[in-house]
Structure formats: structure tokens, C-alpha cells
């Protein structure tokens, strides 16, 4: 009976430690304003299939990320250039990184498929976001908007 006892909990841990979230969260990269955002619903359209980024001489006033075939809703100021980058057929981002000070400045997108892209100034404290878990992948974004984008957050998962 013991033996059973015993088995059972180590079944229990083992398959206990196999639905552990592999999720994981960096940020809040940027300054203090503007109005709270989050893309978190858009997970559910499906993986980071494009991205689209206004940018000025000063800093990131918009953003835009389309999940599998949809597009969230757009993020920030009207003003500036805008960059549309779509990524490859299975290609994922696996490092974002770049510049902040009231306002988030650059940001440099790595992929899974060795593409560096960069939208943006360079200028400002520097930041580095990769995911803390292996074959884990930008998820979605959240963070806080105005005239430009205020500061970004970056969660990670499978």
C-alpha cells in the first residue's frame, strides 16, 4: 500500500512539473506616461505575423502588431514615418531590445531566422528583452501610450 502511495505522488509531480508555464515577462521599458495598453487578447488570432512602427527623429510614436491574420488595434501618435515588416512563415521574434527615455526611442527586433530589424533613434538607456525560458517567443506586447509610445513590455511563451 505504501508503494502505491508513493508511486501515485511521483506521478503527480512528474506530470505536476510538465504543465509548469513557460511563460515570462520583460519590462516595463520607457517613462511614466500615457495611457495603459495590452495585446494579450490578440494572442489568441495566432503567432506575431507582422509589425507595423511610426516612428519620428525623437521616438517610437506608434505600433501595431498583426497576430496571425489580424491586426491589433493601433497604439500611439499619428506622426512620423511609418515601417511595415512582415516576418516569414514560421519565423518568430526571439529578442527585442533598443532605447528609452520618456518615451521609447528604438526598438530592435531579433527572429528566430537570424533577422535584425530596427525602427527608430539611437539614443537613450539601453534595454535587452529575451524570454527567461528556451523555446519560448514573443507572445504579445502591452504597455503605455500617448503622442508616441510611452513604454512597452514584452511576455513570452510557447
Not at 12 to 31: C, T
Not at 34 to 41: E, L, P
Not at 77 to 91: A, M, N, R, T, V
Request: charged share 15%.
Amino acid at each position: 500500500m505504501l508503494a502505491i502511495i508513493l508511486l501515485a505522488l511521483l506521478c503527480a509531480s512528474a506530470s505536476g512539473n510538465a504543465i509548469q508555464s513557460r511563460s515570462s515577462y520583460s519590462g516595463e521599458y520607457g517613462g511614466n506616461g500615457g495611457k495603459r495598453f495590452s495585446h494579450s487578447g490578440n494572442q489568441l488570432d495566432g503567432p506575431i505575423a507582422a509589425i507595423r512602427v511610426r516612428s519620428n527623429s525623437l521616438y517610437i510614436t506608434g505600433i501595431q502588431v498583426r497576430y496571425g491574420t489580424v491586426w491589433s488595434e493601433y497604439v500611439g501618435g499619428k506622426l512620423g514615418d511609418l515601417e511595415e515588416i512582415f516576418l516569414h512563415p514560421g519565423e518568430s521574434v526571439i529578442q527585442v531590445s533598443g532605447k528609452y527615455r520618456f518615451f521609447v526611442k528604438q526598438l530592435i527586433i531579433v527572429t528566430d531566422k537570424g533577422r535584425k530589424l530596427t525602427f527608430g533613434e539611437d539614443s537613450g538607456i539601453s534595454f535587452n528583452a529575451v524570454p527567461l525560458h528556451p523555446n519560448t517567443v514573443l507572445r504579445f506586447i502591452s504597455g503605455r501610450s500617448s503622442t508616441g509610445i510611452n513604454a512597452i513590455s514584452l511576455h513570452w511563451d510557447v
